[in-house]
């Protein structure tokens, strides 16, 4: 029930962000969001173990720079998957490099707020 309710939020926090950022714009119907939202979670958890496999390479960098070059590196896989479903259509397009960067911190905080408020977080409460 917490991954459907997450799922929705997700989709609230997507729909928002197109919405309010300059160079996000709006394709379909707003149902549309809940597939765009679907295709940007299948896509960061695939992701993930590039991630991590670059993390391990680039190990020494991170601890030179205090973790920055974790957040950028993560940072850069999110708006290319941001990029990459806006070019699908899904819900939202977008114009660029730099919507794509707004809109994906945009996205991520609204997300976390979302979920801080509705108590959907990972842990039981």
Avoid at 6 to 14: F, G, P, Q, T, Y
Avoid at 30 to 50: C, D, I, K, Y
Avoid at 105 to 114: D, Y
Wanted: aromatic letters at 10%; glycine letters at 8%.
């Amino acid at each position: 029930m917490k991954l459907l309710l997450r799922w929705i939020l997700a989709s609230v926090a997507l729909l928002i962000t197109v919405y309010i950022v300059p160079g996000l714009e709006p394709t379909g119907s707003p149902l549309s969001v809940f597939g765009a939202t679907l295709a940007l979670a299948l896509l960061n958890v695939l992701a993930m173990p590039f991630l991590l496999l670059v993390n391990l390479i680039t190990l020494p960098l991170s601890c030179l720079t205090l973790g920055l070059w974790t957040f950028v590196l993560v940072l850069l896989v999110n708006v290319m998957v941001f990029q990459f479903v806006g070019a699908l259509g899904w819900g939202f397009h977008v114009e660029g490099f730099l919507p794509a960067a707004v809109g994906a911190l945009v996205m991520s905080v609204l997300t976390t707020v979302l979920t801080g408020l509705f108590h959907a977080g990972r842990r039981a409460s």
